[in-house]
């Protein structure tokens, strides 16, 4: 929008003290948006509730608005009700496949999706180790987080200058014209790209003290999110329990997320 003119006040009653010159109104740059085209945001609903883990992905934005979701799009990856590890090949794969298709690293690198299963689309500390590790060297970079139930969280960091992080609103674009749902896609792709586990935490109890000596401590790859944690606190008991036994039976699949695109 073009700047606009006020009226002078000097044509006013009151009384002026000094004939003022016609103020400039400066519009303020529109405040960013993060904006959904309604099937990349139902695709993304559609693995936020396929299972109860963690789903996450990239967005493929417009090469004319880079906040502007058109496709959220998975790499093979390993889940858990509190974890999200992409397998680092697939996210090579990925990126060279969308420069194939003409498009720039900031349309498909710079916005990380995620999903919750449960209420909180809060951050892990997981989340936010993840964020700077990743995307820390990118001029800016986008982590958005949608909760079951529709709460979700979307932070734009830039890393320029002096840096900084604002939170934006998010929406979903029913303006612009926008496709079908695809959801025997969206299966296939699920099917191929999404490995749930078992949510895992602790030391390998079969393995003998000291295997790992002189090797990155085991803990190091081990953590438990902050809103998982909540959640666990805020369950029934007896819910609580029936976790907690589960993960107990399930040693084989501790510790299983080292490397890669851990969240
Ligand atoms: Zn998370």
């Not at 009151?14 to 010159?21: A, D, G, V």
């Not at 900084?164 to 303006?175: E, K």
């Not at 039976?249 to 969240?263: M, V």
């Amino acid at each position: 929008m073009p700047p606009t003119t006020l009226p002078s006040k000097s044509e006013s009653k009151q009384p002026e003290k000094t004939p003022q010159k016609p103020r400039r109104i400066v519009q303020p740059p529109a405040a960013p948006v993060l904006r959904f085209s309604p099937v990349a945001w139902a695709k993304l609903l559609y693995f936020r509730d396929r299972q109860e883990t963690e789903v996450g992905g990239f967005a493929v934005t417009s090469p004319s608005d880079l906040l502007k979701v058109e496709d959220f799009i998975t790499v093979k990856q390993d889940v858990t009700v509190a974890s999200v590890s992409f397998d680092d090949q697939a996210v090579a794969d990925f990126f060279e496949a969308q420069v194939d298709t003409g498009r720039k690293p900031e349309q498909f690198g710079r916005i990380w999706l995620h999903t919750h299963p449960g209420g909180s689309p809060v951050p892990s500390c997981t989340d936010e180790e993840t964020f700077a590790r990743v995307f820390g060297s990118c001029q800016w970079a986008m982590m958005f987080v949608l909760a079951r139930g529709g709460k979700s969280y979307a932070r734009l960091r830039f890393n320029v200058g002096p840096g900084g992080s604002i939170i934006i609103p998010v929406d979903v674009d029913f303006v612009t014209p926008f496709g079908p749902s695809q959801q025997e896609a969206w299966e296939a792709e699920y099917k191929a790209n999404i490995n749930a586990m078992a949510w895992t935490w602790g030391l390998e109890s079969h393995e003998p003290l000291g295997k790992d000596l002189g090797k990155p401590s085991t803990l190091d790859r081990v953590s438990v999110p902050d809103d998982w944690m909540e959640e666990l606190e805020a369950m029934e008991p007896a819910e609580r329990q029936l976790i907690m036994d589960e993960l107990s039976a399930r040693p084989d699949l501790w510790g299983g997320n080292q490397g890669g695109f851990y969240e």
